[in-house]
């Protein structure tokens, strides 16, 4: 890593950066099996700055079998539900007391700004680690009074008990890395679950430092290993792994769907937090400045890198030019620079990979015959910047409408009333977020049953509360995460009837 960058982060980050970094199996940090390593890479220069086991079968299986142990004979399951809610709030505490520095290195390796680093992901783990410490101890079944119809003079006691499920292989992406990990960690542990997590190739150090944080806390090796390594290799062994009894992923809809292939041979419980491409819906009422700043947040916000991004903007035709224009204005205004510098609005693109993915987007929708409202293309020649970038002219049935594009590209298209708003709006496989932008109260109330998505927002957009269920309709997943409805995927319901 270059001087430069050395004087940029903390002395705690330099200090893990060089450090060998380990894969966390049981009690012990270990190399890959072969030996084998993925370089880590830099999105703001392209530049090689840590290496990391790539683990493998061989690996999984070694981290699913200290997992299993720990599940089924080591302390976890003879823990009280106190005592793993404690355990999980002094992760909390650790995550938050560290937060700087896990900031720090997710934005090395992710791009991402320090700031959002440090006040959006490293704040909601902690927010969603405490809140899910809070259910170990609610995890409740109920009495029945049950008539059994063919015996009918016989009494029973029956009732219900959620159980944990066992190993849960927690599969995540690269845009938001820790917080991912936390999202899967924190209901597996609450419910009882031990947990093998696979963080995405990209972006594996901030798993690797939650892992010592996890020790520092207490919780008893073997209840979270960690195994960094490629999707196919480590991520597939995962997926089919006859010990693991559930697969937790975040990702793709195309790697969702090779999961849960791969999961179906087992029967392995499967939940899945998939792709999207949610519209941001502006009515004839809406102020367009205020709703052009929401759209512009809706897409930009980590380099438009996230599930729900806005990548649709739909805008009522009177409305239409205003809104556009305002949003092109604030897109060529940001100003693109690596997430370490506090200047820059937008980092860059988590990989080259990603980084001409969304070009050639760009690219398919100009050949189409969309315009060029702002952006366009990459920014300069270092690093995996792109422009934000807002497309007009486009129609419905195009692959930049259509498709998740994962980069800060936005299409704009004008609508005449609501019929036509929703039926365009719930037109493309996903259904995992969507936004109204309106102050309109009737209209509002009755569209929202209309959208076909897991979250819709009313005048903000990607507003995300631990209490609240997160996850799609559709091509966008299977199951809740967040909320009491998280804990439903851990455990399984056992039925108790006892004859009395
Ligand atoms: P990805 O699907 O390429 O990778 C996700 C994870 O799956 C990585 O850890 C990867 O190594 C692993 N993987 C890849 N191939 C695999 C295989 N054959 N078997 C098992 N695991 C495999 O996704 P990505 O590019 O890292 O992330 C971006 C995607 O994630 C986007 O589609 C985005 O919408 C989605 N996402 C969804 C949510 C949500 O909550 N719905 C949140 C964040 C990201």
């Given at each position: 890593m270059d001087m430069t960058t050395r004087h940029l982060i903390s002395d705690a980050a330099n200090a893990f950066l060089a450090a060998p970094k380990r894969m966390l199996i049981g009690a012990d940090w270990v190399d890959a099996a072969d030996g084998a390593q993925l370089d880590v890479r830099n999105p703001a220069t392209g530049e090689v700055f840590a290496q990391v086991p790539a683990g493998k079968a061989a690996d999984v299986d070694r981290a699913v079998r200290a997992a299993r142990a720990a599940f089924e004979e080591g302390p976890w399951p003879a823990m009280s539900p106190v005592q793993r809610e404690r355990l999980l709030l002094a992760l909390a505490d650790k995550v938050e007391a560290n937060a700087q520095e896990l900031a720090e290195l997710e934005s090395l390796d992710n791009g991402k700004s320090v700031m959002l680093a440090r006040h959006v992901d490293m704040a909601m783990a902690v927010d969603f680690l405490r809140y899910m410490a809070g259910w170990a101890t609610k995890i409740e079944g109920a009495t029945h009074d049950v008539?059994?119809?063919?015996?009918?003079?016989a009494k029973f006691f029956a009732w219900t008990r959620r159980e944990p499920v066992g190993v849960v292989g927690a599969i995540i992406p690269w845009n938001f890395p820790l917080l991912m990990a936390a999202w899967k960690i924190g209901p597996a542990l609450a419910a009882g679950c031990t947990v093998v997590l696979k963080p995405a190739e990209e972006t594996p150090l901030t798993a690797l430092r939650l892992g010592q944080l996890i020790l520092e806390a207490g919780i008893?090796?073997?209840v979270v290993n960690i195994v960094t390594g490629l999707g196919e290799t480590a991520g597939a062994a995962l997926a089919s792994h006859p010990g693991v009894a559930k697969i937790a992923f975040t990702g793709s809809t195309a790697v969702g769907k090779l999961v849960q292939r791969a999961a179906i041979e087992n029967m392995t419980r499967v939940s899945l937090e998939l792709g999207g491409k949610s519209p941001v819906i502006v009515l004839d009422d809406a102020d367009p400045a205020q709703a052009a700043v929401g759209a512009a947040q809706a897409i930009f916000f980590n380099q438009g890198q996230v599930c729900t991004a806005g990548s649709r903007l739909y805008v009522q035709k009177k409305l239409f030019d205003k809104v556009v224009s305002e949003l092109a204005s604030i897109a060529n205004a940001m100003k693109l620079g690596p997430g370490l510098d506090p200047a820059s609005e937008l980092g860059p693109l988590v990989s080259e990979v990603q980084r001409d993915r969304v070009c050639s987007y760009i690219d398919s929708g100009v050949g189409q015959g969309a315009k060029v409202a702002s952006g366009g293309g990459r920014s300069g020649e270092k690093g995996y910047f792109v422009k934000p970038t807002v497309l007009v002219d486009?129609?419905?049935?195009?692959r930049v409408v259509q498709e998740e594009i994962f980069g800060p590209v936005v299409v704009a298209l004008p609508y005449d009333d609501i019929d036509e708003a929703v039926r365009l709006a719930n037109d493309t496989p996903y259904g995992l977020g969507a936004s109204i932008w309106s102050n309109d109260l009737a209209r509002v109330h009755r569209m929202i049953p209309r959208i076909k998505a897991g979250t819709v927002w009313v005048n903000c957009h990607s507003m995300l509360d631990a209490s609240l269920p997160f996850g799609g309709f559709k091509q966008s997943g299977i199951g809740r995460e967040m909320g009491r409805a998280a804990l439903d995927m851990f455990t399984e319901t056992k039925s108790v009837m006892m004859a009395v």
């Amino acid at each position: 890593m270059d001087m430069t960058t050395r004087h940029l982060i903390s002395d705690a980050a330099n200090a893990f950066l060089a450090a060998p970094k380990r894969m966390l199996i049981g009690a012990d940090w270990v190399d890959a099996a072969d030996g084998a390593q993925l370089d880590v890479r830099n999105p703001a220069t392209g530049e090689v700055f840590a290496q990391v086991p790539a683990g493998k079968a061989a690996d999984v299986d070694r981290a699913v079998r200290a997992a299993r142990a720990a599940f089924e004979e080591g302390p976890w399951p003879a823990m009280s539900p106190v005592q793993r809610e404690r355990l999980l709030l002094a992760l909390a505490d650790k995550v938050e007391a560290n937060a700087q520095e896990l900031a720090e290195l997710e934005s090395l390796d992710n791009g991402k700004s320090v700031m959002l680093a440090r006040h959006v992901d490293m704040a909601m783990a902690v927010d969603f680690l405490r809140y899910m410490a809070g259910w170990a101890t609610k995890i409740e079944g109920a009495t029945h009074d049950v008539s059994v119809p063919f015996i009918p003079q016989a009494k029973f006691f029956a009732w219900t008990r959620r159980e944990p499920v066992g190993v849960v292989g927690a599969i995540i992406p690269w845009n938001f890395p820790l917080l991912m990990a936390a999202w899967k960690i924190g209901p597996a542990l609450a419910a009882g679950c031990t947990v093998v997590l696979k963080p995405a190739e990209e972006t594996p150090l901030t798993a690797l430092r939650l892992g010592q944080l996890i020790l520092e806390a207490g919780i008893p090796p073997g209840v979270v290993n960690i195994v960094t390594g490629l999707g196919e290799t480590a991520g597939a062994a995962l997926a089919s792994h006859p010990g693991v009894a559930k697969i937790a992923f975040t990702g793709s809809t195309a790697v969702g769907k090779l999961v849960q292939r791969a999961a179906i041979e087992n029967m392995t419980r499967v939940s899945l937090e998939l792709g999207g491409k949610s519209p941001v819906i502006v009515l004839d009422d809406a102020d367009p400045a205020q709703a052009a700043v929401g759209a512009a947040q809706a897409i930009f916000f980590n380099q438009g890198q996230v599930c729900t991004a806005g990548s649709r903007l739909y805008v009522q035709k009177k409305l239409f030019d205003k809104v556009v224009s305002e949003l092109a204005s604030i897109a060529n205004a940001m100003k693109l620079g690596p997430g370490l510098d506090p200047a820059s609005e937008l980092g860059p693109l988590v990989s080259e990979v990603q980084r001409d993915r969304v070009c050639s987007y760009i690219d398919s929708g100009v050949g189409q015959g969309a315009k060029v409202a702002s952006g366009g293309g990459r920014s300069g020649e270092k690093g995996y910047f792109v422009k934000p970038t807002v497309l007009v002219d486009v129609r419905q049935d195009m692959r930049v409408v259509q498709e998740e594009i994962f980069g800060p590209v936005v299409v704009a298209l004008p609508y005449d009333d609501i019929d036509e708003a929703v039926r365009l709006a719930n037109d493309t496989p996903y259904g995992l977020g969507a936004s109204i932008w309106s102050n309109d109260l009737a209209r509002v109330h009755r569209m929202i049953p209309r959208i076909k998505a897991g979250t819709v927002w009313v005048n903000c957009h990607s507003m995300l509360d631990a209490s609240l269920p997160f996850g799609g309709f559709k091509q966008s997943g299977i199951g809740r995460e967040m909320g009491r409805a998280a804990l439903d995927m851990f455990t399984e319901t056992k039925s108790v009837m006892m004859a009395v």
